[in-house]
Nanobody, 116 residues
Framework: QVQLVESGGGLVQPGGSLRLSCETP????????MGWSRQAPGKQRESVAR???????TYAESVEGRFTISKDNAKNTVYLQMNDLKPEDTAVYYC??????????WGQGTQVTVSS
């Protein structure tokens, strides 16, 4: 079992920034791809950003250039820096850890609301 704990969500105005954090067990980044997904009301969960074990990083087209995923090995934490936020970014954001071929582990989610 991999326990993931997200934090950092909140209410922000359009154009603002937030940084989400995901605390993980120690030493999992060498084994698990890490990423963030989000789910807006009435919509399916969608992948936002992924940082693979091999080092590759991918983003959804809708957040490319605005969001940045990063990992801090010393703090066992994955971050999602979100800049230039838009109302359509409003969703519950989930951190996940995944090994190829297996179902991912999910955090409990953190709400991000972008509204004036």
């Amino acid at each position: 079992q991999v326990q993931l704990v997200e934090s950092g969500g909140g209410l922000v105005q359009p154009g603002g920034s937030l940084r989400l954090s995901c605390e993980t067990p120690p030493n999992i980044f060498s084994f698990y791809d890490m990423g963030w997904s989000r789910q807006a009301p009435g919509k399916q969960r969608e992948s936002v950003a992924r940082s693979a074990v091999g080092g590759s990083i991918t983003y959804a087209e809708s957040v490319e250039g605005r969001f940045t995923i990063s990992k801090d090995n010393a703090k066992n934490t994955v971050y999602l820096q979100m800049n230039d936020l838009k109302p359509e970014d409003t969703a519950v954001y989930y951190c996940y850890a995944k090994i190829h071929g297996l179902e991912p582990y999910w955090g409990q989610g953190t709400q991000v609301t972008v509204s004036s």
